[in-house]
Structure formats: C-alpha cells, structure tokens
C-alpha cells in the first residue's frame, strides 16, 4: 500500500501518518523528519537544508528527490510506505511518478487534508512552544503558508486528474481524523 498524505503544514500529515502506519503495517517517509534529523547531525545534507527551512522556504527538488529515490528502495518500504511532506512541488510529483514507475509500484491514494489557515496559524505556534522547533516562528510560518499555496496546491489538482485524490477535514479531533482516513482508504 503507497499512499501520499499532502496538506499544508500543521494540517496533521505527521499524526495521522503515525496512527495510521501501526494500523496498516507500513513506513512513514517524511523528507521533513529526515532533514531535520540531517541538520542535527550537521551533516553536508542537513547544512545544505537548514537556511531554507529556517526560512520556510522549501529546500531545492534535487536534494529531496534524491532522498525519496534511495528511500524507497530500502527493504522496509516493501510492504508500503506513507509519504509525509513529499511531494511538494510538480517536479517532485513527475519525479516521484518516473521513480515509482521504474519499480513497478503504483499509488493508491492520496490523501488531502484540509484546514482553515487561521486553525493551522494556531496550531504551529501552539507546535513551536511543545516542540522547539526552529522554523515555527511567526515569520517562517507565514512565508511557509504562502509556499504551500503558490507550490504545493497545484498538486491538488495533479492527482485530481490521475483520479486517486481524496479529500478529508482535517479539523476535529485526533481520533475522529484517524477515523475519517479510515473509511476513506478501508484499513
Ligand atoms: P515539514 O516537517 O514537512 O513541514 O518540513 C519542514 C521543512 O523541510 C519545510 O518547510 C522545507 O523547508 C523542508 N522540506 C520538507 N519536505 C520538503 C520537500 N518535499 N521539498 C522541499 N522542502 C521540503
């Protein structure tokens, strides 16, 4: 099972794709979690992707297409993975189709998780006091809400017409999200 969870940030990609993996038995990949892991350790990856992110701009496509290529090809994504926060760009998504075509896989379902913005506004700076995390500050939240619109939204429309997008409310509770992915995907 390959599913794409897509959303803006804060919409609850990362929560949802969590409860969701130990439901189904499958890996999340989120090129997020990976580059900040990389930036922690100071490595050539992480110094190459820390200025975007603390800027919230989105770190170039052929580093995090680079990433997803030699991801998916570990053994544990055999059974299925989730990708969280990949694709965010059109040229990801055409990258994203040649790799998986290569290896024979096919998506099932992307799922696209919607929320007001002032809701998402709330939640980040409610994620930065909880989490630290350096790139919820007011002004990278705002520019990272505007990449979303101007990048990532033409992505809605992408998997639209491939016809495997599906559309949930992203706002209520933890639970009642994870119900909705549910009914949407059967597992
Ligand atoms: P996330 O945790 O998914 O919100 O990602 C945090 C930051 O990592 C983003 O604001 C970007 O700077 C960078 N990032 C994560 N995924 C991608 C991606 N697919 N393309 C470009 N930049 C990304």
């Known amino acids: 099972m390959q599913l794409i969870f897509l959303g803006p940030p804060?919409?609850?990609?990362?929560?949802?794709?969590?409860i969701f993996l130990e439901r189904a038995g499958i890996v999340q990949i989120s090129t997020g979690d990976i580059l900040r892991a990389a930036v922690a350790k100071g490595t050539e990856l992480g110094l190459q992707a820390k200025g975007f992110m603390d800027k919230g701009e989105l770190v170039p496509d052929s580093i995090v297409i680079g990433i997803i290529e030699q991801r998916i090809q570990e053994d544990d994504c055999k059974k299925g993975f989730i990708l969280d926060g990949f694709p965010r760009t059109i040229e990801q998504a055409k990258a994203l189709d040649e790799i998986l075509t290569k290896q024979s896989?096919?998506?099932?379902?992307?799922?696209?998780?919607?929320?007001?913005?002032?809701?998402?506004?709330?939640?980040?700076?409610?994620r930065a006091t909880a989490e630290g995390r350096s790139d919820d500050n007011p002004e990278s939240i705002k520019?990272?809400?505007q990449v979303f619109k101007d990048k990532t939204q033409p992505l809605i429309r992408?998997?639209?017409?491939?016809?495997?997008?599906?559309?949930?409310d992203g706002v209520g509770s933890t639970t009642e999200i994870a119900d909705r992915v549910k009914i949407v995907v059967g597992v």
């Open 143 to 145: 520019n990272r809400l």
């Open 10 to 18: 804060g919409a609850g990609k990362g929560t949802q794709a969590k």
């Open 105 to 126: 896989i096919q998506l099932e379902h992307v799922i696209n998780f919607n929320v007001p913005d002032e809701e998402l506004v709330k939640r980040l700076l409610g």
């Open 158 to 168: 992408y998997y639209e017409e491939k016809k495997i997008l599906r559309h949930i």
